[in-house]
């Protein structure tokens, strides 16, 4: 499953620059709807495009491994080499 860090993220940019990042600045910044924020920050598995993916880089300045993380779901995919 990936796991988006976006929480992160807002909490690290908020930290350096000692002040407070909402969602509604994130939006009106990169263009991404407030409610996608939303679910990619709290919804688990949620699926989004590469052009959001994008744009939260860009906002962050980050690499793409920054934001988003492969965690292996132990349950879904089988112990198989490949």
Excluded: W
């Excluded at 929480?7 to 939006?27: G, H, P, Q, S, V």
């Excluded at 598995?45 to 300045?61: E, P, Q």
């Excluded at 920054?66 to 995919?77: G, P, T, V, W, Y």
């Amino acid at each position: 499953m990936i796991r988006f860090r976006l929480k992160e993220l807002i909490a690290d940019k908020e930290y350096k620059e000692n002040r407070r990042i909402t969602f509604d600045e994130i939006a009106q910044s990169t263009g991404i709807h407030r409610t996608t924020l939303s679910k990619v920050a709290n919804q688990k598995g949620y699926n989004t495009t590469t052009d959001v993916l994008d744009k939260l880089c860009d906002f962050f300045n980050v690499p793409l491994h920054m934001l988003a993380e492969h965690n292996r779901s132990d349950d879904k995919i089988p112990d198989t080499k490949l």
